[in-house]
């Protein structure tokens, strides 16, 4: 129907650097806020605001459940929204940035009232969470509408998840640094048996306490500025492009939709081997900093310890980037994810130690960015072999990424609240010097042997993924001949 494309047009699909660094920018949002909550509102939770483990608990897993049902919802709208002359994604973007971060910031502010706070705590998680959901599935969708060509995509994924790891470190650094200076000295037991020191502890312990509260609203504030201007990096640096003939293509249903996406073979496989690793890595990133503060006893170390797993992550991405290149996906799959596996194992065999929990937090990082990159990576791939095999159904990336995004915080969700519920049964004390032994051995399993059947499970699913790199060619040379058409 149309002759080949010009040499403009080519240009046109090939994206720059800057364009490509624009597009990056605008991820580490999520990436910022997700670690500086994963690695720090469980700990917030009990041992700043002071509450009940099982209310903490209820608060983590009903937000992340609440925000993964938020994902096919907005999945679904962003599907249907009309093109603008800025896009179909971005208005969605731009007008969420503001109300999120306004969300976030409430999140770490301890309000003076003890009846409500958990009401408080849930009712600015679950929002944050929604909107959060209104930036961050649009914009995993613009991956399909930023260029046409496999390769450029795949190269704007490497520059997204290399940023997105530079978040999750920014974010750690941030929130960890922050509050690290504002530590609060722990409850022993020979505090408690004189009621003068007891009397003059407690004062004290309140005014660290006030000052702990006013450094976690400080990270808040700063992580919230360096949002406002990733959003805006983002909206003005990056064109979205009409890939698909978007303008004036038809809308399917819903439920049509979804129907087409969940009887994908490929994509089913991929989502559910993902599921278990996503979850295995969250179970550990939830739990590390109450089992190094407490397990291995580095109360004043912890925070730098997940410093340099996320710094690690970050420096070793663009050599995964250079592994799934040139050794393929799947290989980069089981080699990138099983890296995790021993030093999961030997954190928790050997006595405490901090020069070895740094080596093994270096090791670490290098499969945290495994798990980073290759299922973002690897979606793309998907989406193009439905496009190859139902060519006249098209228009459902948002469904695509929207459902993988709701099983990877389904994941969270469960991993947080099953987590702090199993703290509470073993019997965490918020505040103490010295947690029981039952509670250590709780976080032994929750760093460890858990997410290590997690990731073997994952793997085993995977094995059954059906696109290699043979598949990938020739898909990426079908949809050529499609856009010829």
Not at 79 to 84: A, E, G, K
Not at 435 to 453: E, G, H, R, Y
Request: glycine share 6%; with cysteine.
């Amino acid at each position: 129907k149309s002759s080949p494309l010009s040499p403009q047009q080519e240009r046109k699909r090939a994206l720059t650097v800057w364009s490509k660094v624009c597009f990056a920018i605008g991820g580490a949002p999520y990436q910022i806020t997700g670690s500086a909550l994963g690695f720090f509102l469980q700990i917030f939770l009990l041992d700043v605001a002071l509450l009940d483990p099982l209310n903490a608990s209820v608060i983590l897993f009903v937000g992340r459940a609440w925000d993964a049902v938020t994902d096919p919802t907005v999945g679904f709208l962003v599907s249907r929204t009309p093109w603008t002359r800025h896009g179909r994604m971005m208005p969605w973007i731009l007008i969420s940035t503001t109300p999120a971060v306004m969300c976030y910031f409430l999140i770490w502010v301890v309000p003076p009232i003890e009846q409500g706070k958990m009401w408080w705590y849930l009712l600015f998680y679950c929002l944050f969470q929604t909107l959060q959901t209104c930036f961050h599935v649009p914009y995993s969708a613009l991956t399909m509408f930023i260029s046409t060509e496999q390769k450029e995509r795949d190269s704007a994924t490497a520059y997204r998840m290399t940023v997105e790891v530079l978040g999750t470190v920014v974010g750690t650094a941030i929130q960890g640094q922050i509050v690290g200076m504002a530590n609060i000295p722990c409850i022993n037991s020979t505090s408690l048996t004189n009621s003068s020191h007891h009397s003059m502890h407690g004062n004290n312990s309140q005014i660290l306490l006030d000052s702990k509260r006013r450094a976690y609203m400080i990270a808040s504030a700063v992580i919230s500025l360096i949002c406002v201007l990733c959003a805006v990096v983002l909206f003005f640096g990056v064109t979205e492009q009409d890939s698909d003939g978007l303008k004036a293509q038809k809308h399917v249903s819903f439920r049509r939709g979804l129907r087409l996406v969940m009887s994908h073979g490929p994509y089913v496989k991929l989502v559910l081997a993902f599921l278990f690793t996503s979850l295995a890595f969250m179970l550990m990133e939830g739990n590390f900093a109450l089992f190094i503060k407490y397990t291995l006893g580095f109360r004043e170390d912890f925070q730098n310890i997940l410093l340099v797993i996320m710094l690690s992550a970050t420096l070793t991405i663009p050599m995964w980037q250079w592994f799934l290149c040139r050794f393929g996906k799947k290989t980069a799959v089981y080699i990138g994810i099983t890296w995790a596996v021993p030093f999961m194992i030997v954190v928790v065999c050997v006595n405490s130690n901090l020069f070895v929990s740094y080596i093994v937090s270096v090791a670490a990082g290098a499969s945290v960015a495994a798990a980073f990159l290759l299922p973002w990576s690897m979606l793309p791939d998907v989406v193009d072999d439905f496009k190859v095999q139902n060519p006249t159904s098209q228009g459902h990336e948002a469904i695509f990424y929207s459902f993988y995004v709701f099983f990877t915080k389904f994941a969270s969700g469960v991993s947080l609240g099953v987590s702090t519920l199993a703290l509470s049964f073993a019997g965490y004390v918020p505040g103490v010097c010295v947690q029981s032994d039952s509670v250590n051995l709780t976080l032994k399993m929750l760093v460890s042997a858990a997410p290590v059947s997690l990731i073997a499970l994952g793997l085993l699913i995977f094995k059954m993924y059906p696109i290699n790199e043979e598949r990938r060619q020739y898909n990426n040379k079908q949809l050529q001949l499609l856009l010829l058409q």
